[in-house]
């Protein structure tokens, strides 16, 4: 079967029904750009250069925070390290028959059962910490060749991030380590690796302390890879591309270094060429040739003009593409591709945030990167996913908390038209913070989106009282990046007046929350740009209309905690200043860790617009109607109150028409005008049957939204985010599952236990629900229903083919509900692989 294209996956459809998450304008959008995205990554890099993915076909076990004897006998008399190439676990012959097959990335810390330990509340209730030294240690090990051709080249292991001290053997001999979670590392293998043989890397994951006060997962969760080249080559992250706007053409200004790790000198140039967002080259540069010393390296600039260039916006996110090359005596070296975008991003004191001239607010959510059924361990489509439910509410921003983001979701937002605030997840200018911080910068320098750079968040001791110090520190890690980058302002995340401490040193001044502090402060600096870094942390259980404190639930209509404000009250604010440039709700999903407003069972926050799945809480609704574009109107509560007759209910409506009319069972409750940003609201009787609300606009009704009484569930429905997708070994089916009644109505209130099952080209790797109190495992095959819904995410094979998928009720369930069982097939469909390192033994 030939490779799927663009065309083709667009083609093949999307499951997109009256009952699906995202309109069918969002899902068609992400899954251009998405396919946009994976045809770039499944091309080989620029010959001669090769990246090959080296996720696949590792092993995994425990080991031991404090027992040697329990950790591969790593430590149990000091004398490790005493020789190069003793370390036998990373030897031919080793045996590993009864550690776990498994791929990357992964996640051990979301497999872990919950710990009603109060000690790990902020981190989600998992066993992770010194104080478990047996769930705190993982060890990974693959076995590969190197071909004997490879020989001269240099060979590089690289990790987008591993959580958290890891240190890395290969055939035997200590290698390096990371203490880190967030930031990139590689290591050079070349002297180390065995050409023609086979060769066996080992990793050491120690998840024992962590970097912040959140759910951060524990292993290797992101992307690995093994990349040769030339002795001669580009440096890493060190090429950029700057372009100039004037009038109706653009000035590129480029850059790069080349490195040299021969033993001899070399005689380079840089060549140049850049390709449009369709693919057509539309110029070129070149860099005259230097002399680099052996173990050198020289910088290589050289500039290049377009006539009316594509520019990115959150509309129209076009990408450019540079084809960077090293070239010695009329041959390759080394090359890359490096995407970028032509756009301008302007904060001002007085008229807030301008997007290539024009002003735009920004709306936009802080995120963590973890989700239901996989915790950290993200697929990449999964990224995209949940980029697409928060365009679809309107969103246009997000803000990486607290921590450097995966390339995938920076990438993502390159392609959908997303903007970011960056962040780095240490504030200091000690030698660590410092090095992450230039990692974050320089890797992410070219990527359109990233509208400004991120240093820290509520540092209080830097802050307060310790605010000399501060000042000092954000000065420096402020310069650095105007050093890397002087195309982007810098700015930290302050819960305070920002008079003092590291506010000094920023570009522009980010509040948290504090709505008593923007006003006075843009009186007293009124040269100084201001937008929200952090607001709201409104709360809410989803599908739930009464706090019940015994339950650990909050009511959805004006939940929020002390330090907090509600949907409407921050964005009245931030929406109506001109002078203020928008900001980043708290928080777009749900997370694990920090169980707010209520401690154990809670697991996980509930701050989000949405919950841990992407199911849409009824704030989500608030915001589509004031960031969106199109008409809106949302009706709630649901209207199935068995036993309330009588009682007075409050109904919302979220709507953006001029009027709203609401009927209870066809009686008009009367007609309300909808204030500008914010919501009307009636106090009504419950009576078994429906309500309806019709919004109007110029005195004509344009949107209609009913909620009925429904039956007892009766069935269950499969709704897959996509009904095609890539055999690659990577892609994934995002399944939404609901309940119904008899009619086909979706029950609000069910929570029947369900079993799944998976066959065919896929499999199963995650499950869950979006209740914040719910301890069921993440991994196993059944989830209960929360408020009618639970999601399933099913993973492909490599061979293309179809998986089945099936939902019902779950036969050790205590309820006796009749469930009619439900059957879904997604469709894989043979794709050009990403380069990959190839599996060997017992893997294939």
Same mark, same amino acid.
């Given at each position: ?12 459809? !999307? ?53 040697? %004897? ?61 104080? +478990? ?17 490879? @020989? ?9 991030? %591993? ?52 759910? *951060? ?48 000198? #070399? ?5 140049? @060429? ?14 005259? %040739? ?60 007085? @008229? ?51 921590? /450097? ?12 038209? /997303? ?17 992450? !911080? ?8 070219? $990527? ?10 509520? =540092?209080?001791? !830097?802050?307060?009282? /310790? ?31 920002? =008079?003092?401490?590291? $506010? ?23 040269? /100084? ?27 959805? +209509? ?122 009307? *609201? ?47 070994? *990577?892609?994934?089916?995002?399944? @939404? ?46 989830? $209960? ?31 006796? #509900? ?27």
């Amino acid at each position: 079967m030939p490779p799927i294209s663009r065309r083709d996956l667009l083609s093949s459809g !999307l499951a997109l029904s009256a009952s699906s998450l995202l309109a069918r304008s969002a899902w068609a959008r992400t899954a251009a750009a998405f396919a946009d995205a994976t045809n770039a990554a499944a091309l080989p890099a620029v010959a001669p250069r090769e990246q090959l993915l080296f996720d696949f076909g590792w092993k995994f076990t425990f080991g031991h925070g404090s027992d040697p %004897a329990k950790d591969l006998g790593f430590g149990v008399d000091q004398g490790d390290f005493a020789k190069t190439g003793d370390f036998k676990f990373a030897k031919s012959g080793y045996d590993d028959s009864k550690w776990r097959s498994l791929n990357l990335p992964h996640d051990w810390g979301v497999e872990l059962p919950l710990v009603h330990d109060d000690e790990l509340m902020s981190h989600g209730y998992k066993p992770l910490g010194r104080r +478990y030294p047996e769930t705190s240690v993982g060890w990974y090990r693959r076995e590969f060749e190197v071909p004997a051709a490879d @020989k001269g080249r240099r060979t590089w292991v690289e990790f987008d991030g %591993a959580f958290r001290s890891v240190i890395v053997f290969v055939n035997g001999c200590f290698i390096g380590r990371n203490d880190n979670g967030y930031a990139p590392f590689r290591f050079d293998l070349t002297d180390f690796l065995a050409y023609g043989e086979k060769n066996y890397i080992v990793l050491r994951v120690d998840a024992s302390f962590g970097d912040g006060w959140f759910y *951060e997962g524990a292993g290797i969760y992101r992307h690995v890879w093994l990349t040769k080249m030339d002795a001669v080559h580009l440096g890493n992250y060190d090429s950029w591309i700057r372009p100039t706007l004037n009038g109706n053409a653009a000035t590129l200004a480029l850059a790069t270094t080349v490195k040299n790790d021969s033993a001899a000198p #070399a005689n380079a140039k840089v060549t140049w @060429k850049i390709l449009d967002p369709s693919g057509k080259q539309v110029a070129t540069a070149e860099a005259a %040739a230097q002399s680099i010393a052996a173990d050198g390296s020289a910088n290589y600039t050289a500039t290049a003009k377009l006539s009316a260039p594509a520019l990115w916006s959150v509309d129209t996110p076009n990408l450019y593409t540079a084809i960077v090359r090293v070239e010695a005596d009329g041959k390759t070296l080394d090359a890359e591709k490096v995407t970028f975008g032509m756009r301008t991003a302007q904060f001002t004191a007085d @008229k807030g945030f301008f997007l290539n001239g024009k002003p735009l607010k920004i709306q936009g959510t802080c995120n963590h990167q973890d989700h239901a059924g996989v915790g950290a361990a993200l697929p990449d489509s999964l990224q995209w996913f949940r980029l697409a439910v928060l365009r679809e509410m309107g969103g246009n921003a997000v803000r990486t908390s607290h921590n /450097m983001p995966t390339p995938e979701w920076v990438e993502a937002c390159d392609r959908m038209g /997303m903007m970011m605030m960056c962040e780095t997840r240490q504030m200091s200018s000690n030698p660590e913070g410092m090095a992450q !911080l230039e990692e974050m910068v320089k890797r992410y320098r070219n $990527s359109p989106s990233i509208i400004l750079w991120g240093i820290g968040n509520e =540092e209080w001791q !830097l802050q307060n009282t /310790m605010s000399e110090q501060g000042a000092r520190i954000g000065a420096d890690m402020v310069r650095r990046c105007h050093e890397l980058d002087p195309t982007r302002v810098v700015s930290a995340a302050v819960n305070g007046d920002n =008079e003092k401490g590291v $506010s000094t040193a920023l570009d522009i001044i980010g509040f948290n929350y504090n709505l008593k502090f923007p006003d006075k402060y843009h009186a007293g600096h009124p040269k /100084m740009a201001c937008y929200g870094s952090e607001t709201s942390s409104a709360i809410g259980t989803r599908g739930i209309y009464t706090t019940d404190k015994l339950r650990n639930w909050v009511n959805s +209509y004006d939940g929020v905690v002390p330090w907090g404000e509600t949907a409407e009250e921050w964005w009245k604010f931030y929406g109506t200043r001109d002078w203020l440039a928008g900001g980043f709700a708290w928080t777009g999903f749900d997370y694990r860790g920090e169980p707010t407003p209520y401690k154990w069972p809670s697991i996980n926050s509930q701050f989000g617009i949405v919950d841990m799945c992407g199911f849409p809480k009824d704030n989500y609704f608030y915001y589509k109607a004031w960031w969106g574009k199109e008409p809106s109107l949302h009706l709630f509560p649901h209207w199935n109150w068995e036993g309330r007759d009588g009682e007075e209910v409050k109904v919302w409506v979220y709507a953006n028409t001029d009027e709203v009319e609401l009927f209870v069972n066809g009686k008009s409750q009367g007609s309300q005008k909808v204030p500008q940003l914010g919501h009307v *609201e009636w106090k009504v009787r419950y009576e078994p049957g429906s309500i309806e609300a019709r919004g109007s606009k110029g005195g004509k009704v344009i949107l209609t939204e009913k909620r009925e009484t429904t039956g007892a569930p009766s069935q269950i429905r499969l709704t897959p985010d996509r009904t095609t997708i890539n055999a690659d070994g *990577e892609d994934v089916a995002v399944i @939404k599952v609901e309940a119904l009644d008899k009619e086909g109505r979706f029950v609000p209130t069910a929570d029947n236990q369900l079993s799944f099952s998976v066959s065919g080209e896929g499999r199963l790797i995650g499950v869950g629900n979006g209740d914040p109190n719910c301890q069921e495992s993440d991994k196993d095959p059944k989830r $209960s229903l929360f408020n009618g819904l639970a999601q399933i995410i099913v993973q492909c094979t490599k061979h293309a083919g179809d998986i089945q998928v099936e939902a019902s009720r779950d036969p050790k369930a205590e309820d006796r #509900a009749e469930l009619m069982p439900a059957k879904l097939t997604i469709t894989t469909r043979q794709v050009e692989l990403r380069p990959a390192v190839p599996v060997t033994g017992a893997h294939e």
